[in-house]
């Protein structure tokens, strides 16, 4: 299982920024996408999904503010995040999306977004 998340960093507040994620084609052909975050003390949250079908769901403190989109071609799916604040700060992680996402036993790395106020 290949999932690659990049594209972290440190960004002042109100800022923009868009993370990356290839997986491999095994888990891309087969499930919706998603992008997860956890801040430090925090539980892994939802912050945003998109079905195979292009249904997308987005968690309600990013919802206006994220856009996820996909590249099937490259196996790839992207979060546009915009306008962040220092709440965005978390370690973001790609993963198949679906009901039993809590329960996916593989994470990857993940990638640090760091937001100054």
């Known amino acids: 299982v290949q999932l690659q998340a990049s594209g972290g960093g440190l960004v002042q507040a109100g800022g923009s920024l868009k993370l990356s994620c290839a997986a491999s084609?095994?888990?891309?052909?087969?499930?919706?996408m998603g992008w997860y975050r956890q801040a430090p003390g925090e539980e892994r949250e939802l912050v945003a999904g998109?079905?195979?079908?292009?249904?997308?769901n987005y968690g309600r403190s990013v919802k206006g503010r994220f856009t996820i989109s996909t590249d099937y071609a490259e196996n790839m799916v992207y979060p546009q995040m915009n306008n962040l604040s220092p709440e965005d700060t978390a370690v973001y992680y790609c993963?198949?999306?679906?009901?039993?996402?809590?329960?996916?036993?593989?994470w990857g790395l993940g990638t640090l977004v760091t937001v100054s106020s």
């Open positions: 993963n198949k999306y679906g009901p039993t996402w809590r329960s996916y036993p593989y």
């Open positions: 998109t079905t195979r079908g292009g249904v997308t």
């Open positions: 084609k095994r888990v891309f052909s087969m499930n919706g």
